[in-house]
């Protein structure tokens, strides 16, 4: 079966630092796509940052960052200079090529930026 | 450009009773997925539909059906509701054949069960 876990029910940063959300993931396919989503309390999930399984090199979008570890089947997200907008649940995701349009979520991380 | 639409906001049934919900996806997009998102968890991958016919389905019941319409559109079907169907159902769209790794979600559907 493959499952996403993320272990961080809730986390809170202070506004300007930096917070990282964790995400591990079981597959045994060797091709996917993994994804950070956003869902504010508006609730409209929206694509943070995504990472192609066969690329070695972390993606990067502005603030947000991942370090992906293949071998470890890890894959968190790294909030910079974070913001008050920023306060929503995160939700780690994983797609495979053999199941194209089919994510499978983790259970999310709500994450609250202090002011 | 339209995003993915979805209708109705918010809706309140009775149990035992059927409920239809709609959504259309994102121009340029040819491929639906649904998935319910229960409060407090992610979302779980009901099924998706391609060239109108169910291509992938998750571990939901029967109970659970769909189609999808000649323009894209698509309709998600629950008949015999029961309290644990309340949640967030949410369509996302992608285009096959492009990069359908990625998917764009809608606002989502609020079913209460009463």
């Known amino acids: 079966a493959q499952t996403v876990t993320q272990s961080q029910p809730e986390m809170s940063v202070q506004e300007a630092e930096t917070v990282t959300l964790s995400c591990t993931y079981d597959?045994?396919?060797?091709?996917?796509?993994l994804f950070w989503y956003k869902q504010p309390p508006s609730r409209q999930m929206i694509l943070v940052i995504r990472q192609e399984a066969y690329k070695q090199q972390n993606a990067t979008e502005n603030r947000f960052s991942v370090n992906f570890q293949k071998a470890a089947k890890s894959f968190s997200l790294k909030i910079s200079d974070s913001q008050l907008g920023d306060t929503a649940m995160y939700f780690c995701a994983f797609m495979t090529n053999t199941n194209a349009g089919k994510s499978t979520f983790g259970d999310g991380t709500t994450l609250t930026v202090k002011p | 450009d339209a995003g993915v639409t979805q209708s109705p906001t918010h809706l309140i049934k009775t149990r035992g009773q059927q409920v239809t919900l709609r959504c259309s996806p994102k121009?340029?997009?040819?491929?639906v997925s649904w998935y319910q998102q229960a409060l407090g968890q992610g979302p779980q991958f009901i099924f998706q539909?391609?060239?109108?016919?169910?291509?992938q389905r998750g571990n939901f019941p029967d109970r659970f059906s769909g189609h999808q319409f000649p323009n894209y559109s698509s309709e998600l079907n629950v008949n015999a509701l029961l309290l644990g169907d309340s949640a967030l159902y949410l369509c996302?769209?992608?285009?096959?054949?492009?990069?359908?790794?990625?998917?764009?979600f809608g606002p989502g559907t609020r079913l209460t069960v009463t």
């Open positions: 121009s340029g997009h040819d491929t």
């Open positions: 539909y391609y060239e109108e016919e169910e291509r």
């Open positions: 597959t045994s396919e060797s091709n996917y796509y």
């Open positions: 996302a769209s992608s285009q096959t054949g492009g990069q359908t790794y990625e998917q764009y």
